[in-house]
């Protein structure tokens, strides 16, 4: 059963950075991607980015490019999203996400079958 632990959420200023982290266990292959979704109050769940965990093809959100990254440790099953030069549109309940057996990576919240229990991201201006 894999399971998915998020961690560094917290409230920041406006240019602020935040380090997000995911840890997996009872992962088993790593032909599988990992993405990161956010969900602001009354919105959709949309992504953030995601990375292919054997070929570490990244993809990123475009209102995100340029000041988040994605990185991972895969002798610690642990993906991070490093998150830059915050804006208070950035606000959202983050989570970490895992596919099963995947050969690409895809966007859609319904590819995902395993989920973390979010983590607050607060920006102010």
């Known amino acids: 059963q894999v399971q998915l632990v998020e961690s560094g959420g917290g409230s920041v200023q406006a240019g602020g950075s935040l380090t997000l982290s995911c840890a997996a266990s009872?992962?088993?292959?790593?032909?599988?991607?990992m993405a990161w979704f956010r969900q602001a109050p009354e919105k959709e769940r949309e992504v953030v980015a995601h990375?292919?965990?054997?070929?570490?093809?990244?993809y990123y959100t475009d209102s995100v490019k340029g000041r988040f990254t994605l990185s991972q440790d895969n002798a610690k099953n642990t993906l991070y999203l490093q998150m830059n030069n915050l804006k208070p549109e950035d606000t959202a309940l983050y989570y970490c996400?895992?596919?099963?057996?995947?050969?690409?990576?895809?966007?859609?919240?319904?590819?995902?079958?395993?989920w973390g229990q979010g983590t607050q991201v607060t920006v102010s201006s």
């Open positions: 996400a895992r596919t099963q057996f995947r050969m690409d990576c895809v966007t859609t919240v319904g590819d995902y079958t395993y």
């Open positions: 990375i292919h965990v054997r070929t570490s093809t990244t």
């Open positions: 009872g992962v088993t292959y790593s032909r599988a991607c």
